[in-house]
């Protein structure tokens, strides 16, 4: 019995210690699953029992190995080789621990099958939890196969769906899935290896025997992966063959001279893509695996940007030398021992902050992001409005025409004469080119009230309810449009009536890589101030350009005449304080937004930016900046939205309205002019063709002057009334707009 549990420890079958008749030495399952074995009836039974239990090491240690000729394919890339290599350490022993009893068993008469048991103990232990460790391995390559094997059907199901609706006019996109899931590998492998081993310690973490075989096998597999993470956070390389490691490349990502194109966040979330679903347990903290890609990524944008000498932005030579030495010395290997080792994380914060801040002075003093910055607030906030005021001068033919009908063409080239104008400030602006005319054919406040009232979309929700996640996000789009108030046909009745200047937003061409800072999202922001700030002006400049008209014309300009009726004194009287007040309004709104908000909140970002050690750090505050004054100028709102919306509508109106009613005060008080300047201006008739009568027109013109006023009145006490609930909630700034606007009411 012991010379045949000494052929079965090898691996082979004995004379009397035979595989089970459902074992198949040719079937690489059952190798993986390793042998059951069946003894001779004819032994006693302790025996058997004893032979038993030492003939089911052997089978741990046909599986273990079979295993490692298994996992040690190209395909389960280096981790698992590495692992592998563990394995083999502890089969080493195994089969020294065999010689040594093969000896005492040739050579000590006094040597028994409970000595060899005992003998076995400690070596079948480690095969045991190695065995365990291998067979955790295997089940989860099964589970990764068959996830990924669902999914592939997935896929197509989608492809197909795609082809079957490319040709149809309407496309049922609730009925394709709005995202991919994303999906493993088909076998266990990287950080998958390293999570699975992690968690098993922490398992065993109170048997020392086998805490500490997970524990080795834990410090060979991470090995190449560390090597990997090593030359990623410092030299921003991917050395993954086997697509293993947490950071993969998309091969289908953008390059520097496509970005320059189009500056959307796309290298950021495309380029680089994390393996969320293999990550190890170390790494798998959002902050710490978010520093990990960050890092890299850093490298990458310097790298494109001007070379491994990019590394090199920021300190004198010596500085620069020295960087250099202590890369040489610290970059070249790794000197991590294991996945566990506390020094990861020191080195990744280290090497995080090294590409932050080298990313950070390229920005600054190669890229020139501070003027860049001023730029974009000269153009987009107006405070350089010189160049502005001529465009609206020159294009005021192509402004007032409907939105879709006037020439991008036409006004880009307008725009660029108004930059270019001799003695203007923006002439003398590097950045005049990189300015583009973009139009949108959605009012501003339909816009931010789409964006404040979707509610957000919880994925929790879709997750749990996913045969109801197309209904539940149709519900949310439609529901947004029905609290917007905006319906198809209002947005083709309104089509037509919403000019050029309504629609009219500017464009900044961004190279990369400060594309990546000022991002589309912030130059997104940029447009909504941008826009907000046109049309107070747009509707300033029809106010102001009424009394214009007004002082020019007789009706206007003359003194009454003993003839001229009371009421039409009073009447123009009205309108022009109408007038008068509407102006105020619009002018402290815009004072407010533009002194009181943009210019200290400004300031305040330059002098954040200046203490900023990290690029990300430096995005932050911007993006904080623009929320804030979006929020202080009222943007954010609904409520002060639509009531700001009707306020500017009706200024707006007020000032067309005005100068049309000239004929009308020329035909109420035909003394106003002099007689030879009547039969310039046309009659006012009714249905029937008869001429109205002075009475008839006098109570016309109280009528309108009253509904402006009613309406204004209603709208600047619901607005100051809003402005106080506002400004005490969340933003105090907006009481002094509030105690300001006190004289318009």
């Known amino acids: 019995m012991m010379e045949d549990l000494l052929y079965v420890l090898m691996g082979c079958e004995g004379n009397y210690i035979r595989f089970s008749e459902l074992y198949d030495p040719s079937s690489e399952v059952d190798r993986l699953r390793g042998p059951d074995f069946r003894i001779a009836k004819f032994f006693d039974p302790s025996v058997k029992d004893l032979a038993m239990s030492i003939a089911e090491i052997a089978s741990w240690y046909m599986a273990v190995r079979a295993f490692c000729e298994y996992q040690s394919g190209d395909i389960f890339g280096r981790v698992n080789q590495a692992l592998c290599a ?150 921003g390389i991917i050395d993954d063959p086997y697509q293993e490691f947490m950071i993969r490349e998309a091969h289908n990502s953008f390059t520097a001279d496509q970005l320059h194109q189009d500056y959307a966040d796309k290298y950021w979330e495309r380029r680089y893509i994390i393996r969320t679903e293999d990550l190890p347990l170390q790494l798998s903290n959002p902050e710490v695996y978010e520093k990990v ?33 202590s890369s040489e010395a610290n970059q070249g290997e790794n000197n991590y021992t294991s996945i566990e080792d506390t020094k990861i994380i020191i080195d990744l914060n280290a090497a995080y902050q090294n590409a932050n801040q080298a990313l950070l002075t390229l920005l600054i003093q190669t890229q020139g992001l501070q003027n860049r910055l001023r730029s974009l607030k000269h153009y987009f906030f107006l405070d350089r409005a010189d160049f502005f005021i001529n465009f609206m ?40 080119d990189e300015v583009i005319v973009t139009m949108s054919h959605k009012s501003l406040t339909e816009y931010l009230l789409q964006i404040t009232n979707i509610i957000g979309i919880d994925a929790e929700q879709i997750r749990n309810n996913s045969a109801n996640s197309s209904e539940y996000v149709r519900n949310m ?33 961004m190279p990369f890589p400060l594309s990546l800072a000022l991002s589309r999202n912030s130059i997104m922001r940029y447009q909504f101030l941008f826009r907000h700030l046109v049309e107070l002006k747009n509707i300033e400049r029809s106010l102001n350009l009424s009394w214009v008209e007004q002082m020019k014309l007789p009706p206007w300009r003359n003194s009454p005449s003993q003839d001229t009726p009371a009421r039409l004194t009073e009447w ?67 409520v002060l939205l639509k009531i700001r919306a009707k306020l500017f509508r009706a200024c707006q109106m007020y000032g067309n309205f005005l100068p049309s009613q000239t004929p009308s005060l020329v035909q109420i008080d035909p003394t106003c002019v002099p007689a030879s300047q009547l ?67």
Not at 609 to 624: E, F, G, Y
Not at 707 to 712: D, E, I, V
């Open 293 to 325: 890609l960050l890092a890299g990524k850093y490298l990458n944008v310097i790298r494109e940007c001007g070379g491994n000498d990019a590394l090199n932005y920021g300190g004198n030579e010596t500085e620069i030398a020295d960087k250099n030495r």
């Open 393 to 432: 001068d020159i294009a005021h033919s192509e402004l007032s025409k409907s939105s879709r009908e006037a020439s991008i063409t036409k006004l880009q080239y307008l725009l660029d004469m108004a930059l270019r104008q001799p003695g203007s400030i923006s002439s003398e602006d590097p950045f005049k």
């Open 572 to 638: 123009k009287r009205a309108a022009i304080k109408l007038r008068s007040r509407m102006l105020i309004f619009i002018q402290q709104l815009l004072y407010f937004c533009t002194v009181d908000v943009i210019e200290p909140n400004w300031s305040k970002l330059e002098r954040e930016l200046a203490d900023s050690k990290t690029v990300d750090l430096l995005m932050k505050k911007h993006i904080a900046f623009l929320d804030t004054v979006i929020k202080e100028c009222m943007l954010t709102s609904p």
């Open 679 to 745: 039969k310039y201006y046309n009659r006012a008739i009714n249905k029937d063709g008869q001429e109205y009568t002075p009475d008839e027109l006098l109570t016309y013109l109280e009528n309108s002057l009253g509904q402006y006023q009613a309406s204004f009145d209603r709208y600047i006490r619901s607005f100051v009334e809003g402005i106080n609930y506002s400004g005490a909630s969340y933003s105090s700034i907006l009481l002094t707009l509030s105690s300001r606007l006190e004289v318009c009411m």
């Open 477 to 509: 789009v439609l529901a947004a449009k029905h609290t917007s108030g905006v319906t198809s046909a209002d947005s083709e009745k309104r089509s037509k009536s919403f000019t050029a200047i309504m629609g009219l937003q500017l464009d900044f061409k």
């Open 86 to 235: 563990g394995l083999r350490k502890i089969t080493k022993g195994y089969l020294a621990n065999l010689a040594e009893l093969e000896y005492l068993v040739l050579n000590s008469q006094q040597f028994s099958l409970h000595q060899m048991s005992v003998e076995l103990t400690h070596t079948g232990s480690l095969l045991k939890h190695a065995y365990s460790v291998c067979q955790a391995i295997l089940e989860d390559n099964v589970r990764k196969s068959e996830a990924t094997s669902r999914g592939g059907n997935d896929i197509e199901d989608i492809i197909e769906k795609i082809r079957g609706t490319a040709t149809s006019e309407h496309v049922d996109y609730g009925n394709i899935p709005l995202r991919e899931e994303g999906r493993g590998d088909t076998v266990c492998k990287g950080g998958s290896v390293l999570k699975l081993l992690a968690k098993r310690l922490e398992i065993w973490s109170g048997d020392p025997l086998a805490s500490g075989v997970v524990r080795m096998l834990l410090q060979e597999a991470s090995r190449p992966y560390l090597d990997m993470f090593h030359r990623w956070i410092h030299h």
